[in-house]
């Protein structure tokens, strides 16, 4: 994984485009998030300078003018890095790195530097690398502009291959190896989860630093690291949450989404994302005391819609109201959400009344029921065993009857393999 070591913070300019259609304080409130992202990843945030513009510029990004005034002041105001809040093709960073002679970093490498940083585990660093990897792979021209050029030397004659060349192989057959990886780390999961289908499984979402992992915490007694910073926790987490003695309940902690959230990271993170995929219950933890909550929560939802997991039994938990100072808010939220519960995971705020809902869900989620087939339905039956917990077999001249326990979905799924309907 590519990790950048740094002991003293680099000195950052932020760039943002004001279009015509985006208000202009939304566009101030996405900066504000990148000068934390950017301290996150050990950045000194000097300036924010924010360039009116219909759309990108596709040679300069804010054009070339707009670049060259940008190129005296990060001169006068001895900047180390550039970072622009959206996405950069590699014209516009190589234009842009010879314009300004600094290193150039968009929204997505920032990203990917942070989630390189906070990797712990042999799975999260797998994911981030192969993330890491095919971002780069389309940048190789910013990076090794220099190495681009014919071998010299012995058994390099003829035709021969250039040294970008060389490293784009490289990094394909590397991208290749950590695909293969992921393959088997998701083979594993998927035999994990297999173990789990007499369990309501609840899986917490939320915009990055809402207090997930904290209430992830207080609800089992776990120790997940869980700081007042972006991008914490990469990993899932899973733990039973024991409510009461007839609820079997497996909760799971994931990694927080934000805005404009590589597609490259998603891809990757498909494994610890399988985690909601497979969930009953979707808990989605939102900051009240946050002035664009309501923003986080489209962007939440937008990517649940990215990864299939929209149509799901989604409870939006309202956290942090021990610091919301606007406490007319809190009428807005009960009109506006009305199925939702308003905590505070920190102080322990109104977290019974969050546990009496979910023992709820977990008495309406799962159904125990019976079916007969005929001795001869072997494929069904294995079905039967893959999709629910089997509480018996029992047998006859004709029939085998099964009973089982599963959620509704798929108790719904084995109704119609065996009747043909719902």
């Not at 906070?118 to 690398?129: G, I, N, Y």
């Not at 490289?170 to 998701?186: A, D, F, P, T, V």
Request: hydrophobic letters at 35%.
């Amino acid at each position: 994984m590519i990790e950048i070591l740094q002991k003293t913070k680099e000195r950052a300019i932020l760039v943002a485009l004001n279009r015509k259609d985006i208000d202009a304080e939304i566009v101030n409130e996405h900066l504000l998030e990148l000068e934390e992202l950017a301290s996150t990843a050990g950045a000194e945030t000097i300036e924010k300078i924010v360039q009116a513009k219909y759309s990108p510029d596709p040679a300069f990004y804010i054009g070339k003018g707009k670049a060259e005034e940008l190129a005296v002041i990060v001169e006068s105001s001895q900047i180390d890095v550039v970072i622009f809040d959206d996405d950069l093709s590699p014209t516009q960073v190589r234009n842009l790195e010879r314009t300004l002679n600094r290193k150039i970093i968009d929204r997505s490498g920032l990203i990917l530097d942070i989630f390189a940083s906070r990797a712990k585990s042999r799975e999260a660093k797998t994911q981030v690398e192969l993330a890491q990897l095919q971002y780069m792979l389309t940048r190789l021209t910013r990076a090794w502009t220099h190495l681009s050029k014919q071998y010299g030397g012995i058994g390099t004659k003829g035709p021969g291959e250039t040294q970008i060349e060389t490293d784009r192989r490289i990094i394909r057959n590397r991208i290749s190896h950590l695909k293969e990886n992921l393959k088997k780390i998701e083979s594993q999961r998927n035999t994990q989860r297999q173990g789990r289908k007499d369990f309501l499984k609840i899986c917490l979402v939320g915009y990055t630093n809402v207090g997930k992992s904290t209430l992830f915490n207080r609800l089992t007694e776990a120790e997940v690291l869980a700081e007042d910073k972006l991008f914490a926790t990469l990993d899932s987490t899973t733990r039973v949450l024991n409510l009461d003695k007839s609820s079997n309940i497996l909760l799971s902690d994931t990694v927080g989404f934000i805005r404009k959230l590589p597609a490259n990271l998603i891809a990757s993170f498909k494994s610890t994302l399988d985690e909601v995929r497979d969930a009953d219950v979707i808990l989605h933890v939102i900051d009240i005391s946050d002035p664009y909550f309501e923003e986080h929560i489209n962007v939440v939802e937008e990517t649940l819609k990215e990864i299939g997991s929209d149509k799901k039994t989604i409870l939006k938990v309202f956290n942090k109201i021990d610091i919301l100072d606007e406490r007319e808010k809190i009428g807005y939220i009960m009109n506006n959400y009305k199925d939702s519960i308003i905590i505070s995971a920190e102080k322990g705020i109104n977290i019974p009344a969050l546990i009496n809902k979910l023992i709820e869900m977990s008495e309406n989620t799962f159904v125990e029921e019976k079916v007969a087939l005929n001795l001869d339905d072997s494929k069904t039956a294995a079905k039967i065993h893959s999709l629910a917990k089997v509480l018996s077999t029992k047998y006859d001249e004709s029939k085998i009857y099964i009973t089982y326990k599963t959620n509704r979905h798929n108790s719904d799924k084995i109704k119609k393999m065996v009747y043909g309907t719902k």
